[in-house]
């Protein structure tokens, strides 16, 4: 048995809904595991491990680009609390439960106090794609790569042991880092995906634009997620948000329009679900993520939308699908499995890896 401290960014549900098979696991496995994490991540596992809530960073975004003055307003307003959470962290969790190793999931002050302490430090998340792994990317996004990657290292400073999911598979930079399939929720896995009739489509605050232009094709049936509320306008199907109706209308959609986060990316790839991917102006993880779907033919992205682009990812969809038919489904077997050597005999072999 191994006490593991676990700590998972809460900026969307992307973290959460990773860390929680992973928790699972862990806990299945006998090893004894506290958590930390903020906002959505907090709230999304709080009622099933035990959960310690600190202060996180956040991201302002409007009509799907980041507001770099309201998020940096925003964060400045949290110092104060970030210090108490580093305090509260280092008393409660590494002078009290003593943990053997910490898993983080970007979530920095459980990362710095693992090196505070020389603890052995595991990265498991998306992220690190943009700092331990080679990948194609236009040279005008060099710039945005470059600060992208500054800040994962400001983050998370050295991981003895770097897991990265990923649906793109490059070269790895170095000999502590392994790739592995996206992990999967137990509910998605469960699902069984049928050619349906509508196209489903996830719009974060407030997507305007995108609404706008889907309103002019009137041939299609879009279910509308992102603005919590139940009402019809034409061809636009809003949803309330609901877990199991969400997924049940990502399983039997034709088609996904929606941002470019990671997560659903990878649910709608394992589904067969051709994507049309949005990226958030300013987030250069997920202008990766929508130019690694298309360099793989599995859907269509777009920087500056517009009606034809739409129309172009509709007609296209039959290819999509073609493609999609050789996607690889597989479970979470592999990182779990090799999570288990890791911590065999009390963290004996990442303990062969940990880095003075």
């Known amino acids: 048995m191994t006490r593991i401290l676990y700590g998972v960014s809460g900026e969307g549900s992307g973290h959460s809904s990773r860390a929680r098979e992973i928790l699972t696991h862990l806990?299945?496995?006998?090893?004894?595991?506290?958590?930390?994490s903020y906002d959505r991540g907090y709230r999304n596992l709080k009622d099933s491990f035990d959960v310690t809530e600190v202060t996180g960073l956040s991201i302002i975004s409007q009509d799907n680009k980041i507001s770099t003055i309201r998020t940096l307003l925003e964060n400045l307003k949290t110092i104060p609390d970030g210090i108490k959470s580093f305090q509260l962290v280092r008393h409660l969790l590494f002078k009290q439960f003593k943990p053997d190793c910490v898993i983080t999931d970007f979530e920095p002050i459980t990362a710095y106090l693992a090196g505070y302490y020389k603890i052995p430090l595991i990265s498991l998340d998306n992220q690190h794609r943009m700092r331990y792994m080679n990948y194609k990317r236009p040279e005008e996004f060099s710039?945005?790569?470059?600060?992208?990657e500054t800040v994962i290292r400001a983050m998370i400073p050295k991981p003895d042991v770097s897991l990265i999911t990923t649906f793109h598979y490059g070269e790895v930079k170095n000999d502590h880092t392994f790739l592995f399939p996206p992990i999967l929720r137990e509910n998605v896995l469960a699902l069984r995906p049928t050619a349906?009739?509508?196209?489903?489509?996830?719009?974060?605050a407030e997507f305007d634009s995108l609404i706008t232009l889907l309103a002019n094709f009137m041939r299609e049936k879009f279910l509308i997620y992102g603005y919590d509320k139940d009402e019809v306008k034409g061809n636009l199907f809003y949803r309330s948000f609901s877990k199991t109706e969400f997924l049940q209308d990502l399983a039997k959609s034709k088609a996904v329009i929606a941002t470019a986060g990671f997560t659903l990316i990878t649910e709608?790839?394992?589904?067969?679900?051709p994507y049309f991917a949005l990226p958030m102006k300013g987030?250069?993880?997920?202008?990766l993520n929508a130019l690694m779907l298309e360099e793989q033919g599995f859907g269509k992205s777009s920087f500056e939308l517009n009606a034809d682009q739409i129309a172009a990812f509709i007609y296209s969809i039959p290819d999509y699908l073609k493609k999609l038919s050789d996607y690889p489904h597989?479970?979470?077997?592999?990182?779990?499995?090799?999570?288990?050597?890791?911590?065999?005999?009390?963290g004996q072999i990442l303990q062969h890896y940990q880095r003075n």
């Open 330 to 346: 597989e479970g979470n077997q592999k990182i779990t499995q090799f999570l288990d050597k890791l911590l065999a005999n009390h």
């Open 27 to 36: 806990i299945t496995q006998g090893h004894e595991v506290k958590v930390v």
């Open 143 to 148: 710039k945005d790569a470059l600060i992208t």
């Open 196 to 204: 349906g009739e509508h196209i489903l489509v996830y719009a974060t």
């Open 283 to 287: 987030q250069f993880e997920q202008a």
């Open 268 to 273: 709608a790839l394992y589904l067969g679900k």
